[in-house]
Structure formats: structure tokens, C-alpha cells
């Protein structure tokens, strides 16, 4: 078994390996894609995103597993014909499932035609979560944590309209989203999913919430990693309430009971809450947020992973940072997240320390993230350590 004392000369062996990989790359990419053809407001852009990931996994008791794969595979093309309006599709090809050759991700039309507001429709990230609304491409940690985790209650890419503005001078951002949601049903998850790429077990509902954030000293983007230097800070909040629209119960029998044994229950309703808060200065770059999801399940009797007699509070705290310690190259990084739920036992925590090198800030970059989890899914007793590396390319 492989703990933190006898992987710490590997960790900084992998690290330097994957430094060497990556200055074998070829030279940087636009991170706002190619235009390949424009003629006034008509254009059309070409971008992807390419994620080699490598994965081990060492629990405390078992053997030790690790998979190479595309975390992410993803072209996307976006275009408009008319003056204020863009339409953006993205599949993604390293995380097809089950008989699925590829998963959809951004499908939308936008218009933007009124004054710093703009309007989306079709399957795009619901308001919530800072983390979340930070893309892949743009995180210090090769994974999101607890409080940007699709599997954790916060909503992922949902099919609605959303909104979004900026008032005061860009000082205070504003975020709205109505949008059908889908859950997977799972004892030890609250899982969310676009109903664009369902299965047929996902329960159906529609969900509305919204965010504000406010950026005193100028606006802060969703990205992780200080390249300015420039002293920002932003404060948000957000809520959302999701209710099962009882279309796809496919669990829980007439008399209302669930007939997974607890493995896979029903959920009737969510409500969430984030406050979340950034701070970028002298290559320092801190995220923090709190998440609280109130759930209940269609059955009011299961008692089983994160559900006690029929309903949780899930809450998710995480606090994660870096420092350049060469500028604009090289960050060295480090998070801590932990989460609960009505029927843990114990908090479930993980605590990761890392690296990212830059060739070309965010466009081209690897990382290194070793991540040590404690009592996973509030077992005492149960943990286990991961490393993650990843090579990113952006175009």
C-alpha cells in the first residue's frame, strides 16, 4: 500500500516526467477558438479542448488501480448569420457512457443585443456554483471538488434559458436559470444530469434559481490562477430549488415504496445554497464556497448511503489556492474539501497539494494534483489516496 511518506519521491519523480512531456508540445493555441470564416456580424469559429488524464488509485485496504485516458475530448464549433445572435454546440468524446458514442455539452442560441445582458437558450451551465461555472480548462486542481462536482447536488449543464448580466460597471454580476434538470438516482450521490443525454432511469423535474456576485475592485472571471497580479476580490451567493415533475419514478412502486433496496432511490425534491468567495493578488489565487442541498426522496422510508429516513442535508465545503512562484510558469497548489450528510457517520474529507506548469497560461499546461481522502462516504476507516496528471491542450 502506497501512503504519502512512500509516494512523496514519486510525486516529485511524476512531476518532473510530466514537465519533460509537456515541453515536447508544439506551440500555443487562441483559448477563443479559430475563426475560419467572417464577413461582418456572419462568422464561424472552430475551438477544442484535449485532457490526457493519468489516474491512480490507492486505497487503504484493496490494490492499487490507475487508468490513461481522455478526460475530456472536446471540438466545439460556434457561428452566428445575424447581428447580436451566436449559436455554440460542444460534444464531448472522452466521456461517453454505455452505448453512447458522445456526450452533448453546450447547445445553445445566445442573443446579445441588450446592454450587458445576455440571453441563452438551449443546454448550458445552470447559475450555481462558482466552481462549476469555472470551466475544466480553467481550474488549479486536475478535478473540481465536492462544491463543483455534478455528483455532489450542484447542477450541471441543464436544457432552459438562461440569463446573465453585469450592473454597477461590472461590479456586481448577476445570474438567472430556469431549466429542466435530471436526477440519477444513487444511494451514495446527488447526481445531476442534463436530460439531453438521459437514461431512461433519471428522474424528470424543472429547476429555478439564480446568483449574484460582487466585484468591488473590478470584475474577477471564473478562473482560477493569478497571471495579472492585480488585487480582486468577489463575493457570491446563489440558491436553486429542483421538484421532481413524477414523470420517471422508475424505483418506487404505486404503494410508494422503493423497490432498488435503497440502492438507487427516487428523489422528489432539492433545494441549494452557495456562498462562495475569490481573491487574486501577486500571484496568489484563493477560491472558497459552501454548499447546502436540502433533498428528499420519494420514499420516505430509505435509509441508506447519504439518505436517512428519507431525506439529507449534503454540505460541501472547499478552499483551494495556489502561488505563482514563477510568474505566469509555474504554480504550486493546494486544496481542502470536506463533506456531510444526515446518515455519515463521519465527514468525508480530502486534502491535495500539486503543481501546474504553463507554456501558454491556460491554453497549454500540465498538472500534477496528489489528492489523500479520509472516511470516503463518512466511513470511518475507509480512505484512500489519488494522483492525478494531465496534459491540456486549449485551441
Not at 509537456?22 to 477558438?33: I, L
Not at 442573443?111 to 451551465?125: P, W
Amino acid at each position: 500500500m502506497l501512503r504519502l511518506k512512500s509516494l512523496k519521491g514519486r510525486f516529485f519523480a511524476v512531476l518532473a516526467a510530466a514537465g519533460l512531456f509537456a515541453a515536447c508540445t508544439v506551440t500555443g493555441a487562441d483559448a477563443a477558438g479559430i475563426t475560419v470564416y467572417k464577413d461582418g456580424p456572419k462568422y464561424v469559429k472552430m475551438g477544442g479542448r484535449i485532457q490526457l488524464q493519468y489516474h491512480q488509485q490507492d486505497p487503504k485496504t484493496g490494490s492499487t488501480t490507475d487508468e490513461l485516458k481522455f478526460r475530456r475530448l472536446r471540438p466545439y464549433i460556434e457561428g452566428s448569420l445575424h447581428k447580436d445572435w451566436t449559436g455554440k454546440f460542444q460534444w464531448d468524446m472522452g466521456d461517453a457512457t454505455g452505448d453512447n458514442e458522445i456526450a452533448i455539452k453546450d447547445a445553445y442560441l445566445r442573443y446579445s443585443g441588450f446592454k450587458n445582458m445576455k440571453i441563452t437558450v438551449g443546454n448550458a451551465f445552470f447559475q450555481f456554483s462558482r466552481e462549476v461555472l469555472t470551466s475544466s480548462k480553467y481550474q488549479q486542481l486536475v478535478e473540481r471538488t465536492f462544491v463543483g462536482d455534478h455528483n455532489y447536488g450542484t447542477p450541471d449543464r441543464l436544457a432552459g434559458v438562461h440569463i446573465t448580466g453585469s450592473l454597477a460597471e461590472k461590479k456586481v454580476t448577476y445570474g438567472i436559470s430556469l431549466a429542466s434538470g435530471s436526477i440519477d438516482p444513487d444511494k451514495d450521490k446527488l447526481d445531476f444530469d442534463t436530460p439531453v443525454n438521459k437514461s431512461s432511469d433519471f428522474n424528470e423535474g424543472w429547476i429555478v434559481g439564480g446568483r449574484v456576485d460582487f466585484h468591488p475592485l473590478g470584475p474577477v472571471k471564473f478562473s482560477q490562477g493569478d497571471f495579472k497580479g492585480t488585487t480582486r476580490v468577489a463575493i457570491g451567493v446563489a440558491a436553486f430549488t429542483w421538484s421532481n415533475d413524477d414523470d420517471n419514478n422508475t424505483y418506487t412502486n404505486t404503494a410508494g415504496s422503493d423497490t432498488s433496496g435503497g440502492a438507487k432511490p427516487d428523489v422528489d425534491r432539492i433545494t441549494g445554497f452557495e456562498v462562495s468567495g475569490a481573491f487574486r493578488a501577486r500571484g496568489v489565487s484563493i477560491d472558497a464556497q459552501y454548499n447546502s442541498f436540502d433533498a428528499e426522496t420519494v420514499d420516505p422510508t430509505v435509509t441508506s448511503g447519504i439518505w436517512k429516513n428519507g431525506d439529507t442535508t449534503l454540505e460541501n465545503y472547499s478552499i483551494e489556492g495556489g502561488y505563482m512562484v514563477v510568474p505566469n510558469r509555474l504554480e504550486l497548489v493546494a486544496g481542502y474539501q470536506v463533506q456531510d450528510a444526515d446518515n455519515y457517520t463521519t465527514e468525508w474529507k480530502r486534502t491535495s497539494i500539486g503543481a501546474n506548469y504553463f507554456f501558454e497560461k491556460h491554453d497549454i499546461k500540465t498538472q500534477v494534483t496528489y489528492r489523500m481522502g479520509e472516511d470516503l462516504k463518512g466511513v470511518k476507516g475507509s480512505d484512500e489516496d489519488e494522483l492525478f496528471i494531465q496534459m491540456q491542450y486549449v485551441f
